[in-house]
Every structure is written in structure tokens, then in C-alpha cells.
């Protein structure tokens, strides 16, 4: 997986022909950064993936998974099968889109599959833009969640709901697999 990344980012990287020095400030790190990552040296945290993805205007999806539009069966319908999957760099985690686009909606949910030790970047924190909000539902397992520095214990049921500009960050600290939902308004991705 990590191969593909950098074979991404490298190769949407020369298709905008954007030297080292113009994506790195684009995103806001070194150019000796992205070479690292280019070369398979460093693999990029989550919240870098998203950056990287901003600077080269692609979506996560397509720097992650690169995989071709989900067929068209209508605006509103999306079958199990045809969900697209988001596998992170550290392999601890995975999401599927639950809906056909992302582009066409004002909300976007997907269900993360997280294994023991997978987090969110937990040392960068995470923030959206301004005027994001994010709902959480934890639907299996259980998940360590920090939102503006206060500590939260997620158990199967329980739910978030919080500004998403405000710092935040998770991580599954149990020895067993979580399940959540999470919903984004508007799309973060």
C-alpha cells in the first residue's frame, strides 16, 4: 500500500508539474520531505495524506486508493459491493464511502475499520475547516477520542457530535477491533 501512495503522489505531482519545493509548499513541509516519501523512505501520516492531497487538488480518495468512479445506479442507491475503500498508510485502518459522491452530497459518511493501535495522527491532532461539523457513532469496539483536549471514552453505542475546526484526534487503544461511523458536513474528502 505504501508503494502506491508514493507512486501517487510522485506521479500527480509531475502531471501538475509541480517541482519538490512547489508541492512541499503547498502543503506546508520540506521538499527534502517529499522526496523521503517519494523515494519510500518516510510514509506520510493521515492528516499529511490530507495535505498532500489538497496540494496536488486531488481528493484522498484517489492518493490513497486511486480507484476509478463507482458505476452510476442513481443518485441515492449504493450497494455494498460498489463502496469505494480508503486504506490508510499505517494499515491499522480502513474506511468505505457510504455514498455514490462525495462531490454531489453536503454530508459525507463512511465507516472506519479500526484495528488495535490505530489512531488519527493522534501527534498532529487533527482540525477541519471552519463551519465543519463531525458526528461519531461507535457501532463495535471501543475508541479513545480527544476533542479540544478533553478526554473521551467511546463504548459500543456511544456518540459524538462536535465542531469539526476544533482539535481532535483518536485512537484505538483496546486489543480489539473497532467499528465507527462517522459523518462529516460538508464533505471533509
Known amino acids: 500500500m505504501e508503494k502506491e501512495i508514493q507512486k501517487r503522489i510522485k506521479m500527480y505531482r509531475?502531471?501538475?508539474?509541480?517541482?519538490?519545493?512547489?508541492?512541499?509548499?503547498?502543503?506546508?513541509?520540506?521538499?527534502?520531505?517529499?522526496?523521503?516519501?517519494?523515494?519510500?523512505?518516510s510514509v506520510p501520516s493521515l492528516s499529511m495524506?490530507?495535505?498532500l492531497a489538497s496540494a496536488l487538488e486531488v481528493s484522498v480518495v484517489?492518493?490513497?486508493?486511486?480507484?476509478?468512479?463507482?458505476?452510476d445506479k442513481g443518485e441515492w442507491y449504493l450497494s455494498k459491493n460498489d463502496r469505494k475503500t480508503i486504506n490508510y498508510p499505517d494499515g491499522k485502518v480502513s474506511s468505505q464511502l457510504l455514498v455514490p459522491r462525495i462531490t454531489t452530497r453536503k454530508m459525507e459518511p463512511l465507516i472506519s475499520t479500526i484495528k488495535p493501535g490505530g489512531s488519527?495522527?493522534?501527534?498532529?491532532?487533527?482540525?477541519?475547516?471552519p463551519g465543519t461539523e463531525e458526528f461519531v457513532f461507535l457501532i463495535k469496539g471501543e475508541l479513545d477520542?480527544?476533542?479540544?483536549?478533553?478526554?473521551?471514552?467511546?463504548?459500543?453505542g456511544d456518540t459524538l457530535s462536535f465542531d469539526g475546526n476544533l482539535p481532535h484526534s483518536w485512537v484505538n487503544s483496546s486489543g480489539k477491533t473497532a467499528v465507527?461511523?462517522?459523518?462529516f458536513t460538508p464533505p471533509i474528502w
Open 14 to 41: 509531475k502531471d501538475r508539474g509541480l517541482t519538490l519545493r512547489e508541492l512541499a509548499e503547498r502543503a506546508g513541509c520540506t521538499h527534502s520531505y517529499i522526496s523521503q516519501v517519494e523515494k519510500g523512505k
Open 49 to 51: 495524506v490530507g495535505k
Open 62 to 71: 484517489d492518493l490513497l486508493n486511486g480507484l476509478p468512479g463507482v458505476e
Open 120 to 129: 488519527s495522527d493522534a501527534a498532529e491532532g487533527m482540525n477541519h475547516p
Open 145 to 156: 477520542f480527544a476533542v479540544n483536549g478533553k478526554e473521551i471514552h467511546l463504548k459500543e
Open 180 to 183: 465507527v461511523l462517522f459523518v
